[in-house]
T-cell receptor, first 112, second 116 residues
Framework: GNSVTQMEGPVTLSEEAFLTINCTYTATGYPSLFWYVQYPGEGLQLLLKATKADDKGSNKGFEATYRKETTSFHLEKGSVQVSDSAVYFCALYGGSNYKLTFGKGTLLTVNP | GAGVSQSPSNKVTEKGKDVELRCDPISGHTALYWYRQSLGQGLEFLIYFQGNSAPDKSGLPSDRFSAERTGGSVSTLTIQRTQQEDSAVYLC??????????????FGPGTRLTVL
């Protein structure tokens, strides 16, 4: 079945640091890949997505590239802000499986 | 328009009682999903509706859990004889895709269920 593995947190960074959160997946066929973010006290929001190999999703300075050869979708941001503090979830959606499969989430804390 | 809404936002119940959780999807969205978020298990899929039909109920953890959707809109998740392990945040999501493909799922704020 489908599965998503993302780096365990928590991750603590200083403002303006570079961020990478690793995500790898196992799936049959050609899944779509997503990063969702959950800010403190709020619901899940889509951050970015990519629907085919080599696509790059981007939003709010975050980027992730769909790498089929390494089955990865790592999230990156060049300069994090305090307001980026949140839990980040990698997820996939694929084939005849009508559901999102999520990683366990990574808590990011950015200190001023 | 309005996003996905869920009610109640918080529910505290006693073990053994039944609870109903409600989801109002985004208007016009034909696909509706229920997920559960708990500390030990992360985010888990429960059930998927396309219109009023549920082609995938594979995530429902036991026969105490059921869900229905009426008029292709509002959905209710019912948990009978609640147990302490049912304590979690129950999330509803909807998407506009008529065939459950790759369209984005939009999530509601969730219902936090606590079973004492």
């Amino acid at each position: 079945g489908n599965s998503v593995t993302q780096m365990e947190g928590p991750v603590t960074l200083s403002e303006e640091a570079f961020l990478t959160i690793n995500c790898t997946y196992t799936a049959t066929g050609y899944p779509s890949l997503f990063w969702y973010v959950q800010y403190p006290g709020e619901g899940l929001q889509l951050l970015l997505k990519a629907t085919k190999a080599d696509d790059k999703g981007s939003n709010k300075g975050f980027e992730a590239t769909y790498r089929k050869e390494t089955t990865s979708f790592h999230l990156e941001k060049g300069s994090v802000q305090v307001s980026d503090s949140a839990v980040y979830f990698c997820a996939l959606y694929g084939g005849s499986n009508y559901k999102l499969t999520f990683g366990k989430g990574t808590l990011l804390t950015v200190n001023p | 328009g309005a996003g996905v809404s869920q009610s109640p936002s918080n529910k505290v119940t006693e073990k053994g009682k039944d609870v109903e959780l409600r989801c109002d999807p985004i208007s016009g969205h034909t696909a509706l999903y229920w997920y559960r978020q708990s500390l030990g298990q992360g985010l888990e899929f429960l059930i998927y509706f396309q219109g009023n039909s549920a082609p995938d109920k594979s995530g429902l953890p036991s026969d105490r859990f059921s869900a229905e959707r009426t008029g292709g809109s509002v959905s209710t998740l019912t948990i009978q004889r609640t147990q302490q392990e049912d304590s979690a945040v129950y999330l509803c999501a909807s998407s506009s895709s008529p065939s459950g493909s790759t369209d984005t799922q939009y999530f509601g704020p969730g219902t936090r269920l606590t079973v004492l």
